[in-house]
Nanobody, 121 residues
Framework: QVQLAESGGGLVQSGGSLRLSCSASGNIFSINDMRWYRQAPGKQRELVADITSGGSPNYADSLKGRFAISRDNAKNVVFLQMNSLKPEDTAVYYC???????????????WGQGTQVTVSS
């Protein structure tokens, strides 16, 4: 089994910053893509950012320039630095990872429990 644990959410004023972290643990051989999604009330879950095992990032077009994804492969951690936050960024942010697990060496998709980000105006 693999567990993903997010942290770093909270309440911040418009224009502020937050840094989310997601740590993966368990029967991990390696991790391919790591992603951040978010889901606002009444809306579908949407992809925020993705980062490959080699460190190549991709972002939702609307978030380029404000958000930055990074990872520490040695610690199996992915980060999301969020700057210039807006009230419309308010959502539950979820971590997702494509994990090659031991001992089968098969890839599975795992999700964290989510962390709430609230941006006040």
């Amino acid at each position: 089994q693999v567990q993903l644990a997010e942290s770093g959410g909270g309440l911040v004023q418009s224009g502020g910053s937050l840094r989310l972290s997601c740590s993966a643990s368990g029967n991990i051989f390696s991790i391919n893509d790591m992603r951040w999604y978010r889901q606002a009330p009444g809306k579908q879950r949407e992809l925020v950012a993705d980062i490959t095992s080699g460190g190549s990032p991709n972002y939702a077009d609307s978030l380029k320039g404000r958000f930055a994804i990074s990872r520490d492969n040695a610690k199996n951690v992915v980060f999301l630095q969020m700057n210039s936050l807006k009230p419309e960024d308010t959502a539950v942010y979820y971590c997702n990872a494509l994990v090659i697990t031991r001992p089968t060496l098969r890839e599975f998709s795992y999700w964290g429990q989510g962390t709430q980000v609230t941006v006040s105006s």
